[in-house]
Nanobody, 125 residues
Framework: QVQLVESGGGLVQTGGSLRLSCAGSGRTFSSTWPMAWFRQPPGKEREFVAAINWNGGNTVYVDSVKGRFTISRDNAKNTVYLQMNSLKPEDTAVYYC?????????????????WGQGTQVTVSS
């Protein structure tokens, strides 16, 4: 009943940029929900990257991406974005967007109900 579709991943050199998009749809999807980006590096657990509240007025980031990544949303398009600049090899991962009607802790993956299929980001050194 809720679909999230990510796009924009790819291969980029160190220092390069990518912009990920996540389009939400479905009968019960609402653009008022908080949304987030997580990532899963090879062989590691899925980890929080960034989250945004319903109107974009509140955003949070993991320390490792602060100053380099920017999360934003366009509610008219039901889409959330992740602008990634100054990419590093350690940013290599599958990136997932997630949402939930309500959650109590943006940083915890178990607080999110719906997930996209993921998009691969590879940063070469």
């Amino acid at each position: 009943q809720v679909q999230l579709v990510e796009s924009g991943g790819g291969l980029v050199q160190t220092g390069g940029s990518l912009r990920l998009s996540c389009a939400g749809s479905g009968r019960t999807f609402s653009s008022t929900w908080p949304m987030a980006w997580f990532r899963q590096p090879p062989g590691k657990e899925r980890e929080f990257v960034a989250a945004i509240n319903w109107n974009g007025g509140n955003t949070v980031y993991v320390d490792s991406v602060k100053g380099r990544f920017t999360i934003s949303r366009d509610n008219a398009k039901n889409t959330v974005y992740l602008q990634m600049n100054s990419l590093k090899p350690e940013d290599t991962a599958v990136y997932y967007c997630a949402c939930a009607e309500w959650n109590s802790n943006w940083y915890l993956k178990n607080e999110y109900t719906y997930w996209g299929q993921g998009t691969q980001v590879t940063v070469s050194s």
